[in-house]
C-alpha cells in the first residue's frame, strides 16, 4: 500500500515537471514567433 501510495507522488511529481516543461516551451516558442515575424 505504501509502495502505490509512493508511485502515485512519484507519478504526481513526473507530471508537474513536465507541464512546467511543456509551459516553458510554450513561453519561448511564443516570444520566438512575436520576435520572428
Known sequence: ???K???LIKRLADIH???GELRYNVK???T???FSS
Open 1 to 3: 500500500m505504501i509502495g
Open 5 to 7: 501510495h509512493g508511485h
Open 17 to 19: 515537471v513536465f507541464v
Open 28 to 30: 519561448i516558442s511564443a
Open 32 to 34: 520566438w514567433f512575436i
